[in-house]
């Protein structure tokens, strides 16, 4: 994940900051404002942290998933929907109606019964 996706959405991510590092404080964080350096000296100075060591720290966090307000945001749908499209099969067509795969007209059967 990026730093720009946490700026825009600060106030999303400060419920997981506090999970990682429990020695911070929500008012404070929320005064941060996604601004990265400020986060940092924030954090070496709360966690007691060497600068190198809290950028490391902060540069690992990036590589998690990010909260599912932030994904799940709908001014990102176009960006889901065009990554969705990872998983879709070659050759399957995407604007093609789901019943054409053929299972829709099936019927379950009923739970214990073989017929």
């Known amino acids: ?37 400020r986060f940092e000296a924030y954090l070496a100075e709360r966690e007691g942290l060497a600068a ?6 902060v540069n690992e966090w990036l590589e998690g998933a990010a909260p599912a307000d932030v994904v799940m945001d709908e001014t990102r749908d176009s960006v889901n929907i065009r990554a969705s499209a990872a998983h879709i099969p070659p050759g399957e067509d995407v604007y093609s109606e789901d019943r054409d ?13 073989d017929t």
């Open 52 to 57: 190198p060591e809290t950028r490391d720290q």
């Open 1 to 37: 994940m990026q730093w720009d996706a946490v700026r825009q959405n600060w106030p999303a991510f400060v419920a997981p900051i506090m999970q990682r590092w429990e020695n911070t404080d929500e008012n404070d964080l929320l005064t941060l404002d996604g601004d990265r350096e």
């Open 101 to 113: 795969f053929g299972d829709d007209d099936k019927v379950d059967r009923p739970i214990g019964r």
